[in-house]
Every structure is written in C-alpha cells, then in structure tokens.
C-alpha cells in the first residue's frame, strides 16, 4: 500500500517547494536582520585583517551596501542549518524512515562545517592573504581601498572557504545516493587530492604557496572526515544471494 506522501501529484510537489523556499527565504531574512543589530560588531572584526588601513567610500549609498552585505553573509552563516533543513524536508518523502531521522543532524552538521570554514579563512588564511596582496603595492603605489571592494573580497573569500568546509555533505549525499561508494572513495584517494590541490590554488586570491598550502590541509582533512560521516550514515550494500544452477 501506497504511503500518502507517495501519491502527492505534482501540483501538490510544487506547492510542497515553495513551501519549503518561502521557509529557507523567512530564515535568512531573519538571520540578515540579526546581522544588521551587530554589523558594527561585525565589521571591526573584518577590518582587522587590514591593520589598520583606513577604508574609502566613494558614494553616499557605498556605507549602507556595505553594511547590507555583511548583514547578508552573516545570515547565510547562521541559517545554514536551517536551509538545509527544508532541502531535506523536501526530499524527505523519497526518504526511508532510517534517513529521515539523519536530517536533522547532518543539517547542523552543514551550520558547523560553514562557520569552521569562514573562522579557519578569517584567523589563518585572510590575515596572510591580505598582508602579502597589500604589500605589492611597494613604493610605486598609493593604497587607496574602498570599503566595498574590500568587503566584496573578504565576503567572497569567506563565503568560498565556507562553502568547501561543505565538501564533507557533498560526497555523504553523493554516497548515500549510490554514484559513489566509500570503498571507491578510499581507493581514489590520490584524485581527491590532486582536486583539493586544484581548488587550493584556484580558490586562493594571492596564489600564494602559504596560502595554498593552508587551504590545501584542511580540504584534505575534510576528506578524510567524509569517508568517516560514510561510515556512519551510508549502510554497506546487502549481499547478492547465491545462485544456484537448476533452481
């Protein structure tokens, strides 16, 4: 017999994803509105990989956009989990009784990952990053930094490395979806890193070798970490009963 769930049309699937969508776009709006009460808190944190330097604005509306992107990233950040949550919840009728219980977890999971991810970029990479970038100028250049373009690139930047912390959900589904197994994952191992290698030097905004080399660890690290989560949510394929000739 037919669950009910199963016997939705497709009228009442569309319904089901806007939904879900209005749900995620309610949850960013309030984290956006969260980060807009502590955007001044905000932004002395991300100035401070700049030492000092004195940012420019060049338009009257330049501080207001400027505080609306920062706003905007930290909602992203904390209503990860939650986003998440309603991609699963959508897809949870196709899910066994087994899987459901797992959204929960793996969509927290998806909140930790990013903000390790945007914490390990603002304390061990952008420090270094902007330092080395800022010093190209030497003595034949006069640094004159405007407040948008340098919160575009310390946003992206963050919101880059954030998003390959979510490398480890990536292969889990891919996995639980049987295109990958973690056997073939393990075996494959040296491809997966030469990716991580390729993504370190093309994610990094000064190609820098120390940067590359601090992005390159943790993805590497977070490889591993995904062959572990496949361990624990991905059951082992049952075993193909004997065939026997003349049955």
Avoid at 12 to 24: G, K, N
Avoid at 131 to 159: C, D, E, K, M, P
Wanted: hydrophobic share 55%; charged share 10%; with cysteine.
């Amino acid at each position: 017999m037919m669950t009910h769930d199963k016997e939705m049309t497709l009228i009442e699937h569309l319904e089901e994803l806007r939904q879900r969508l209005t749900y995620a776009i309610v949850g960013l709006l309030i984290g956006s509105g969260v980060g807009l009460v502590f955007v001044d808190v905000l932004l002395h944190l991300l100035l401070r990989p700049l030492g000092g330097i004195k940012l420019t604005t060049l338009t009257v509306l330049e501080p207001f956009l400027v505080k609306m992107k920062v706003a905007f990233l930290f909602g992203i950040g904390v209503s990860m989990p939650w986003i998440v949550y309603q991609m699963f919840a959508f897809i949870a009728p196709a899910l066994t009784d087994h899987e459901r219980r797992r959204v929960v977890p793996i969509a927290l999971l998806a909140g930790v990952l990013f903000a390790c991810g945007v914490v390990f970029a603002y304390v061990f990479v952008l420090p270094i990053s902007t330092h080395w970038l800022i010093s190209q100028a030497g003595s034949q250049f006069n640094v004159l930094i405007t407040a948008n373009a340098y919160i575009t690139y310390i946003l992206f930047f963050l919101a880059i490395v954030g998003g390959t912390f979510e490398t480890p959900l990536l292969i889990l589904s891919l996995a639980m979806l049987g295109i990958v197994s973690p056997r073939t994952l393990r075996k494959e191992w040296r491809i997966a890193y030469m990716i991580a290698a390729g993504i370190a030097v093309l994610g990094t905004p000064d190609w820098s070798p120390v940067t590359m080399i601090l992005v390159f660890i943790p993805m590497a690290l977070l490889y591993e970490f995904s062959l572990i989560l496949c361990r624990i949510f991905v059951r082992p394929a049952a075993p193909q009963p004997a065939h026997t000739p003349g049955m």
